[in-house]
């Protein structure tokens, strides 16, 4: 039997179909009281099991070599935990013009949000740049987002933040760090067979991700928080988002270049300074926002979305680049094999 594909005229991709629908059957079928507990524990098990993976796949030796790339990864870190938050604070003269109150936390909290992992890999990739460095720079903004995205968000949104507190921020590391390291741990015994069946467990991955949207977006419903959203509030949320990229995708590119950093370590610069990740930022929402989650995290759905499709695009045409062709042959690591534009778009 031939695989199924998506259509390839579609200019959408399936997981970000997948997403709108989980949104869509969060408001018609909620879930309730027990079967609210229920999906609230079955997400918080698929995050701490993703993050597990996450540990098991990072190749100890790469992550040992990528430190090498110092300048590199500071820049990245910088560009996430600094540029962008400094970025967020600005947007605060757009309230209440264009922004409501709620949207505007849910916004300053995507910037303090730690970059992607696999996308800024696949993307980076596409585009013929430094993987390794990309993979390094993904893992140790991660990394550093479970305690410093708790901690930002405690100084720069304070009780306007939902609750942040000690216990919270045990959770998350309880939630996504230890995972994280056990993966590391025990990777000489499993990380062969997540290798084998990395198809398979990117459907975890995703469904994980699904689960997480639709108990936020469920607890929403519920509690009819979403009558503070308006069409014309959304539009303005998406022309913010829209600037709020360009404006990081310029920085880290000609930032990068004004540093001296070659074209390969330029473009894992990037992509991975210019993102923020879903599945870190949904698990640290549910626990610092509680009950006002899904308003929070829907800026980072949006921007998680518009990121995707603006970075496969970058990614095509700067693999296509003549500079490409100009850098010399050591300073592009021959990692691994790139991509498909269609399996970046469904990572994170």
Known sequence: MKRLRWPSWMPVD????LLIGTVGLAALLPARGAAADVASGASTAAIAFLFFLYGARLSTREALDGLRHWRLHITVLVCTFVVFPLLGLAARGLVPTLLNQPLYQGLLFLTLVPSTIQSSIAFTSIARGNVPAAICAGSFSSLVGIVLTPLLAAALLGSDGGGFSAHSLVTIVLQLLVPFVAGQLLRPWVGAFVTRHKKVLGLVDRGSILLVVYTAFSEGMVRGIWHQVSPVRLGGL??????LLAVMLALTWYGAKALRFGRADRIAIQFAGSKKSLASGLPMASVLFGAHASLAVLPLMLFHQ????????IA?????????AEEPAEATQPAAPRPTVGTAARSR
Do not use: F, G, N, W
């Open 14 to 17: 399936p997981y970000i179909v």
């Open 238 to 243: 998406l022309a913010v988002e829209a600037v």
């Open 306 to 313: 518009m990121q995707l499709m603006v970075c496969a695009v």
């Open 316 to 324: 095509k045409r700067r693999a296509h680049d003549p500079e490409a």
